[in-house]
Every structure is written in structure tokens, then in C-alpha cells.
């Protein structure tokens, strides 16, 4: 059961933060992590209060930039003095790495099984949400691409990361991500169906955010 004051203050106080990110990085993305940082959780002997706080934290560290956000979210946790209302100073110090291992493209693997939890529940792969997400984040990162720029992008980033050969590592082999990452990459193979879902959700996307500019 998680501290009920440690919940408030993250629902108060860290989820509010993501609210500023890009769209595929904000408040439904944290609480996704969470939710399936707990539920993976579950598996070993970890401290359920530990998990739920490394999640929120996670990726807080964007609003100072994607290059650097997996050391600006450690910097952000081990500066928080209101953590140590629950946890302890080795504790904290165990939640900043693995908040620093979460990123998908670190070339070593988590120091803590925490990291691993994190870094496996970031994964989130579900094909249709990850290209949804990498629109998302094409749109409000890189907006002078057309729908052709953004698709040769799309394409470029999931062979780089999702793909066979891919930098993409799953940390924790009882998830379920094996399965969903085949199916991605079926799907990245299927030119035809990637593309006709990158239209759909496209259009949904860029229709989306036509309306709240007016």
C-alpha cells in the first residue's frame, strides 16, 4: 500500500510538473509508468513506496531538455528534501540511479532491479501508442516537418530503437514486452499497414491540435 501522504504530495506536487511536457511525455504517461512499475513490482521484494516514487519521477527532468532529462530527473530527486519524510538518504541515493537508468538508449543496463522495474515500464510497447507517441513528439519537437518528413522520421526512429539490431534492451523477461516488441516489429515490416496507420493517427493528431489552437 502506498503512504497515503507520499501519494498526495506526488499528485500534488511531481504530476503536475509532466503537465508542461510534450504530449507523449505528459501526466497519462507518468501515471502509465506507474501503474505498470507497480504491477511489475509485484514479481520481486522491493519497496512498493520506492517504486511508486522512482516512476513518478521519472522523466520530470524534460523541462530541461530530452538530451539530458534521465540526469536531470536524478538531480531533481536527490534534491527534494521532501522525500526524506519517507525515505532514507541510501534509499534516495538507490531511487536517483535508478530514475538515471531508465533511459532506453543507455548502453548498460540498470544498477538495481528498481531500475529495471522503471526501465521495463517505460517500455510501453504497444505499436499503435508508440507511433501515436512519435507523432506526438514529432509535432511539437520538430513542427517544420511536413506529414512526409515526420513519416521518413517515424520510420528512421523505430528501425533505430524498436527494430531488429535496435538499441531498445528489455530488462525484465516476465513482462509481457517480448511479445508486444515482436508484433512492432512485424508491423514495422508491413509497410502498407505502418503507413496507413501513421495517416490515420497523423490526421488525428494534427486535427487535434488544430482545434485547441482556435
Known amino acids: 500500500m502506498i503512504d497515503a501522504r507520499l501519494r498526495r504530495y506526488v499528485e500534488e506536487e511531481i504530476l503536475p510538473r509532466y503537465d508542461k511536457h510534450d504530449a507523449a511525455h505528459r501526466r497519462d504517461h507518468a501515471l502509465t509508468v506507474i501503474e505498470q512499475s507497480l504491477a511489475l513490482s509485484k514479481q520481486f521484494d522491493v519497496d512498493e513506496n520506492m517504486v511508486y516514487a522512482i516512476a513518478a519521477y521519472h522523466d520530470t527532468g524534460l523541462e530541461f531538455g530530452r538530451e539530458h532529462h534521465h540526469t536531470e530527473s536524478k538531480r531533481i530527486v536527490l534534491e527534494d ?113 505502418l503507413r496507413t496507420l501513421y495517416d490515420s493517427i497523423y490526421t488525428e493528431e494534427t486535427a487535434s491540435k488544430h482545434l485547441c489552437n482556435n
Request: glycine letters at 6%.
Open 81 to 193: 528534501e521532501r522525500l526524506r519524510e519517507w525515505f532514507s538518504e541510501e534509499q534516495i541515493a538507490t531511487m536517483g540511479d535508478a530514475v538515471e537508468d531508465h533511459r532506453a538508449s543507455s548502453k548498460q543496463p540498470p544498477r538495481t532491479i528498481y531500475g529495471r522495474i522503471v526501465a521495463e515500464a517505460d517500455r510501453i510497447i504497444v505499436p499503435k501508442s508508440i507511433i501515436r507517441r512519435t507523432i506526438q513528439y514529432t509535432l511539437a519537437n520538430h513542427p517544420h516537418l511536413n506529414r512526409e518528413e515526420g513519416y521518413e522520421r517515424m520510420v528512421e526512429h523505430l528501425n533505430e530503437k524498436y527494430n531488429y539490431g535496435g538499441y531498445l534492451r528489455l530488462w525484465i523477461e516476465e513482462s509481457a514486452n517480448g511479445k508486444r516488441l515482436e508484433e512492432l516489429r512485424q508491423l514495422i515490416a508491413d509497410k502498407e499497414a
